[in-house]
């Protein structure tokens, strides 16, 4: 089953309107969660969450985990058409002594002027 | 400074043919990754490469195979390729065999293979 599951799987919004994305995972041992964001083809690094309750900001998103719920949101205020993407989650799931960066699906976030 | 790059960028072939895609770290990292991304879906690990071995495995066949050189550098080899290996092929590069707490995988561009 999936062990990273991200919701909305798409959603359509208009120009300055605010959105918040949903990781949620199953994992022992956790290490970090991270979000990335893909526009085209190369998905690019947007936070690396640790710790719980420590919000990450970063311009307009901002990003916090809860590790005892087990989930972590990724905020976008004021969108603009810019942020239209693909945004992924992954989380490292522990496999032979090692951890293997787990993708979601992603959330598919099409912004309209 | 050079980021990952991976080619070839965009490649068609038939079915039963074999591929390979490579890619080239960024600067100073060790450790290579490979992901496949069908259309609509989130990347599925494949294989991570470091100190040219393959450290760990997804839910792949036998047909998905690798390498890395000593300058860090990987290959993706698939044989008898099948309609469904159409998809865009990540590679991902990380340092110090990446443990899931020491900073990002950098991305390529990813090389989009048609299989027809």
């Known amino acids: 089953e999936d062990k990273v599951v991200q919701s909305p799987l798409s959603l359509v919004v208009h120009e300055g309107d605010t959105v918040t994305l949903n990781c949620s995972y199953e994992?022992?041992?956790?290490?970090?969660l991270l979000w990335y964001k893909q526009e085209k083809k190369a998905p690019t690094f947007l936070f690396m969450l640790?710790?719980?309750?420590i919000e990450k900001k970063s311009g307009r998103l901002s990003s916090i985990l809860d590790k005892k719920e087990l989930f972590s949101i990724l905020n976008i205020t004021a969108t603009q058409t810019g942020d239209s993407a693909v945004y992924l989650c992954?989380?490292?799931?522990?496999?032979?002594?090692?951890?293997?960066?787990?993708f979601g699906r992603g959330t598919s976030l099409i912004v309209h002027p | 400074d050079a980021g990952v790059t991976q080619s070839p960028t965009h490649l068609i072939k038939t079915r039963g043919q074999q591929v390979t895609l490579r890619c080239s770290p960024k600067?100073?990292?060790?450790?290579v990754s490979w992901y496949q991304q069908a259309l609509g879906q989130g990347p599925q690990f494949i294989f991570q490469?470091?100190?040219?071995?393959?450290?760990q495995r997804g839910n792949f066949p036998d047909r998905f195979s690798g390498h890395q050189f000593p300058n860090y550098s990987s290959e993706l080899n698939v044989n008898a390729l099948l309609l469904g290996d159409s998809a865009l092929y990540l590679c991902?590069?990380?340092?110090?065999?990446?443990?899931?707490?020491?900073?990002?995988?950098?991305f390529g561009e990813g090389s989009r293979l048609t299989v027809l």
């Open positions: 991902a590069s990380s340092f110090l065999y990446w443990q899931g707490d020491t900073g990002e995988l950098f």
């Open positions: 994992v022992t041992n956790f290490r970090s």
């Open positions: 640790t710790s719980s309750g």
């Open positions: 992954a989380v490292p799931l522990p496999s032979g002594g090692s951890y293997i960066p787990t």
């Open positions: 600067s100073g990292h060790d450790t």
């Open positions: 490469y470091y100190e040219e071995e393959e450290r």
